[in-house]
C-alpha cells in the first residue's frame, strides 16, 4: 500500500533496527560546515577517496506489512513515471510488501533547496512523518549542481542522518545515492557520491551508489536527460531491492 502527501507520500513498516549513528563523530562533523542552502556553487572545490558501498551492513529487509519511509527528491516523488504505482518506491514497496510513505520535494538535497525553498532537514521538520522501521533516503543529484566542495554536502548529509536518529533512534536506514545522468556532468555527480558514501560511512548506515556499482540509468530516462521513465523507475526498484537482499543476507 502507498500513502503520498502532495507529490509525495506512503506509510507502514517494521524491521531489524541497527545501532544508532555515533552521536560524537556527528556532533564533530557539524561543527565543520555551517550553513548548507545555496542558490549558486557552494564552497570551494575539494575531494576525498570514494568509499564504494559505504556504510555498514544492512539489517535483513523488514517483513511484509512494515511501514517504510521513502525520503528524496523528484526521483521519489516518480516524476517521469506514469503513474504512482509506476514509481521506484511504490515498486520497491511492492516487491517486500511493505507500506510506504512517501515524502518528496522536486529540486530538493541536503544543500538545494528546489522549488519548495527547503533542503532535507527542513523539510523533515516540516513533513514530520510518523515513525517508519526503514527509512530509504534518496538524493544528491540536485546537490550535484552546487556542491564544489565535498565537506559542505559531507556535514550537510550527517545533520539529516544525526536529525532521523534523534526522531526516530533505532530505526535503520539506507542512502540511496545519485545515479549518472547525461544532464548533469559526471564529475559532479562523482563528487556528491563520494561525500554522501563518507557520510554513510561515519554515520553507521548503509550506503548503495548506483554511480560506483555501474548503475545504467543514464539509458532509461525521459526526454529532460535526468528523470526515470516507467523502465527507468522498475529498474530502480530492481536494483535497490537487490541491494537490499544481499546486504541483509
Not at 49 to 62: H, K, L, M, R
Not at 182 to 195: G, H, N
Amino acid at each position: 500500500m502507498t500513502r503520498r502527501h502532495g507529490r509525495a507520500g506512503r506509510g507502514r513498516a517494521r524491521g531489524v533496527r541497527p545501532a544508532s549513528p555515533l552521536v560524537l563523530v556527528l556532533a564533530l562533523a557539524l561543527a565543520l560546515v555551517a550553513g548548507c542552502t545555496a542558490t549558486g556553487p557552494v564552497g570551494a572545490p575539494g575531494g576525498a577517496s570514494p568509499s564504494a558501498g559505504g556504510g555498514t551492513d544492512a539489517p535483513a529487509p523488514p517483513p511484509p506489512g512494515s511501514r517504510v519511509l521513502f525520503f528524496g527528491d523528484s526521483y521519489t516523488a516518480g516524476y517521469g513515471a506514469s503513474s504512482e504505482e509506476a514509481a521506484f518506491p511504490a515498486l520497491t514497496a511492492a516487491d517486500f510488501g511493505w507500506d510506504a510513505d512517501v515524502r518528496a520535494g522536486p529540486g530538493t538535497g541536503f544543500v538545494a533547496g528546489g522549488g519548495v525553498g527547503q533542503v532535507y532537514l527542513e523539510r523533515l521538520g516540516t513533513v514530520d512523518p510518523p515513525r517508519p522501521d526503514l527509512v530509504v533516503l534518496q538524493g544528491g543529484l540536485n546537490d550535484a549542481r552546487l556542491v564544489q566542495d565535498t565537506a559542505v554536502e559531507r556535514t550537510a548529509a550527517l545533520r539529516f542522518l544525526a536529525e532521523l536518529d534523534r526522531r526516530f533512534p533505532g530505526v535503520p536506514v539506507v542512502l540511496l545515492g545519485p545515479p549518472l545522468v547525461p544532464s548533469i556532468p559526471d564529475v559532479a555527480v562523482r563528487r556528491v557520491d563520494r561525500a554522501l558514501a563518507e557520510a554513510a560511512a561515519q554515520a553507521g548506515v548503509r550506503y548503495v551508489s548506483p554511480a560506483q556499482e555501474g548503475w545504467d540509468v543514464a539509458s532509461r530516462l525521459t526526454a529532460d536527460d535526468l528523470h526515470p521513465d516507467d523502465d527507468g523507475h522498475a529498474y530502480l526498484a530492481a536494483r535497490l531491492a537487490a541491494a537490499l537482499r544481499a546486504s541483509g543476507g
